[in-house]
């Protein structure tokens, strides 16, 4: 998986944890136990993701998504092409 498909996909999982989180203020304490686990496995997924994805594919040094810009074309540390 690509660099830039990884961000895409981290950025649809945070909206989707934001909306289940929404949801479970709309419906209250009946399905808690639901959402409470659905948000805990979409997170997981996101830092799994942004663990085993996140890196130079030339020094295989990790990138933070916090503080790696999404038009970055270079890695920061060894100066390699980013695809």
Do not use: Q, W
Not at 6 to 29: C, E, H, P, Q, Y
């Amino acid at each position: 998986m690509s660099l830039k498909k990884a961000r895409k996909i981290i950025n649809i999982l945070f909206f989707t944890v934001m909306a289940v989180a929404f949801s479970g203020l709309i419906l209250g304490d009946r399905f808690l136990p639901l959402i409470l686990i659905t948000v805990v496995a979409l997170l997981f997924t996101m830092i799994y993701i942004s663990a085993t994805y996140f890196k130079c594919p030339h020094c295989n040094s990790g990138f933070t998504p916090r503080y790696f810009p999404a038009d970055a074309t270079h890695c920061p540390y060894c100066g390699g092409k980013l695809e």
